[in-house]
């Protein structure tokens, strides 16, 4: 039975730890107070779910030994475990708002970025997910993928609900059609996919639009009008 440590109780270590568990691997999640140097002892792996400012710093405090060790950071390569032989990187491209749920998240057939040892592809196929490779000098423009992709999706929907809200129609309305649309970007693209006013270059609408907006959302609003505008380019 494969046993892991995860050092690291947040969101992610704590998704990892109850999903891993769930498919019968062992794992230990030393508190905060224990000494790292032999965390590798008695393992087939230790996993840092720590913030990303703090991997080089908790891994130096590792010793170095056969037992790979592995980070969960999407934009950080394999050099921040430098002096471990048997270095790897596992990033859930999953949103992990706390435990319970972000074990559920990745349990169902979830993407993983992967790179180093081989463990961390056994990690995602016991977990029942999918994989890619992602090497160091691509990995931070990867990370802006993965962050444009939840990040600003989230800040551009709390657009939508302020917006919604200023006219007295529930953010619950559009719901539905924000489901469509990403429905519709994977099954054809992003450009095939795009309806509305830029599409069909109706600037008359889009003059609408921005007299009706609080000024305080106009700029947001431009920005995307503009990276429609570049679909279509």
Known sequence: MTRVRIVGRGRAGGSLAVALSSVGWLVETPDRTARLEACGDGVDAVILAVPDSAIAEV??????????????????????????????????????????LGSD???????????????????????GGRHFEVTDENRSRYHAAAAIASNHTVALLGQVERVA?????????????????????????????????????????????????????????????????????
């Open 165 to 233: 809200a200023s006219c007295g129609v529930p953010f619950a309305a559009f719901v539905p059609l924000i489901l469509g649309s990403v429905h519709n970007v994977a099954e054809l693209g992003a450009a095939a996919a795009l309806t509305g006013p830029v599409s069909r270059g109706d600037e008359a609408t889009l003059d609408r639009h921005r007299q009706a907006l609080d000024p305080a959302e106009l700029d947001l609003y431009e920005a995307m009008v503009a990276a429609a505008r570049k679909l279509l380019s």
């Open 105 to 127: 998240l990745l349990l169902d057939n979830a993407w993983f970025a992967v790179a180093g040892h081989s463990i961390a592809v056994d990690i995602a196929e016991a977990l």
């Open 59 to 100: 891994a130096a405090q590792i010793s170095p030994s056969a037992t790979p060790i592995l980070h969960l950071a999407g934009s950080l390569g394999l050099n921040v475990l430098a002096g471990h032989p048997q270095p790897g990187a596992l990033h859930p491209l999953v949103s992990l708002p706390n435990a319970q």
